[in-house]
């Protein structure tokens, strides 16, 4: 019966692996959860929102690339800097401090910049847009700057 029980195991194991069935996300209850080209092909239906789509992902890339390295030199110097603190050297802990003190800053920035240009909010900012209601001024103020050094035309 341990027999047959262990071949019949080995049997479904190697079927199951063979017809592995591509998993796809399921976005139904949050819509926003997609791709820079999922956006495009939903949401892209005029020069605008193409527009605004890749301003956002362009600054959400910018955004995600600078942050790890913000957190990294704000880490590195941090901890040099709680260890000459705990140390007692002054010069050290001053030379360190004025270094990890404003990079802790930048990460902090960092990290509210990127929940300003989250997916849910273009989400947000597209269904605002389809349905009439115009940008806010510092949005229109971005997109045109984007468009101008994008070299992109409505």
Known sequence: MKILLSVFLVISSFTNSQAAIPIVPDTSHKPWRINQKQFLDRSGKDDTSRALIKYWFYNRTTGWMITPLAGLAASIFGAGFIYALSRGDGVATLGLGIFAI?????????IIFLSRFSKKKLYKQLLNYQSGKPFSKKLQKGLASFMKRKKLSL
């Open 102 to 110: 404003p990079l802790f800053i930048i990460l902090a920035v960092c």
